[in-house]
């Protein structure tokens, strides 16, 4: 652009634009260089924002992805705890079954001592004590 568009809007006299015509110019160039640099900081700053958004994103998902990763973590561990209990009460109740069971032999083997040694009397107490022991 020239001098006279950029500067026309700018009311003064003929003779004052002649005077501050160098002036202008210095500032024009000014202008120029100011525009420049700001352009330049202006894609810095882009620049940066973008880098800064992208390592907020990266974070964000590894923090996610840690998350997740826990999550997984705790089920695991609560269906292990499951798993546990679950065979903890299995063996509980197979060991009260065996209980029961040996409690219910051990009476039926002294019922059993209890009904030969009254159909035999006393001569079959040998003979009781060796049928007893191949039980």
Request: charged share 45%; glycine share 2%; with cysteine.
């Amino acid at each position: 652009m020239t001098h006279m568009e950029k500067f026309q809007d700018i009311s003064m006299s003929k003779s004052m634009r002649g005077l501050c015509k160098e002036e202008d110019y210095t500032f024009l160039a000014m202008t120029e260089k100011s525009t420049e640099v700001t352009v330049e900081r202006a894609l810095e700053e882009d620049y940066r924002e973008r880098t800064e958004d992208r390592v907020r994103r990266l974070l964000e998902r590894e923090r996610l992805e840690e998350e997740r990763l826990r999550e997984i973590e705790e089920m695991k561990k609560e269906k292990e705890q499951q798993w546990r209990t679950h065979v903890e009460k299995l063996t509980s109740s197979q060991k009260k079954n065996l209980q029961d069971r040996l409690t219910r032999l051990r009476r039926f083997r002294e019922f059993q001592r209890k009904v030969l040694g009254e159909e035999s009397g006393t001569e079959g107490r040998l003979t009781l004590n060796k049928l007893l022991t191949r039980m």
